[in-house]
């Protein structure tokens, strides 16, 4: 008891190696805390911009995307709405909501921008390769951060000849952090139909007569979009309707059937068949009437 009471009253303090080690720990203690919570702050700021610029990338590509549906075509039904299509540019003629204009869109890969710009009549084109033109039109950044350099193309087409495009997409490679490793970029996608863009069908069909039926077969017909046709038959001779509801715009008088291919059993005698197409965007074509006769009793072909 005496041993344990004299260390207790003991005013011995702790050696100064002994300071200095606990100093050491708490500064290692503390340094690692802060590495930590300035590495949070620097993530959470890092992802948060990242956040903003795919934000802002949405909002770029819903506006490209309503411009293309609102493309105008100079020619009914004849698509020329689309005057320039390149990996990193395209220039179309679109509607606003007082007058037709054309509108462009390109990718500067030196301020990693996509620029948008838009001209009123007269027409012309910018000059290939300088985005922006500032004597073509107005702009503005449609899109900030893009970094698809000059090997990934932004936008992507269906075919080659500006007539024949019915279908733009877009592909957008964004980073804000292009100095840290993490995070990655992203990259957002978009694709549009160009509704304005299409094209009459054309229509097309064969009748042979098998017995006492004629065999209706319209596979010569075809859309320029290569979309699904739907496909009606008429009888000249006929006046009542074997078709259902018929969409607006189609006659429902001599309406006797319909599919690409259809097994037509009429009166005996001479018919005349017609065919009539439509397409998903309501265009339709006509193929040439055909007389076919039909053998019966009392009848001869």
Known sequence: MGVIADRLSSEAGVTLVELLVVILISGLVMGATLTTFTQFERTTASNGRLNDAQDQVRVGMAGLSREL????????????????????????????????????????????????QVQFAPFSLPTAGTCPQVSWGSQRAAVENVVNGATRPVFRYNATALTSITEVGATLYVDVNASDVRPDETSLKSSVFLRNQNRSPSASFTATVSGTTIILNASGSADPEGRALDFYWYDTGVTSNSCGVLPAGLSSTG??????????????????????????????????????????PGVSC
């Open 69 to 116: 549906r609102n493309m105008a075509s100079p020619t009914d039904e004849l698509p020329e709405a689309v005057v320039r299509a390149e990996d990193d540019e395209i220039v179309f003629q679109s509607v606003s909501s007082t007058q037709t204009r054309r509108v462009r869109y390109c990718y500067d890969a030196t301020s990693e921008r996509l620029w948008r």
């Open 255 to 296: 309406c006797v059937g319909t599919g690409v291919v259809y097994t037509y059993t009429p009166p005996a005698g001479t018919r005349t068949v017609r065919l009539v197409v439509r397409d998903p965007a309501t265009l339709t074509a006509e193929a040439p009437s055909q007389t076919v006769c039909v053998p019966g």
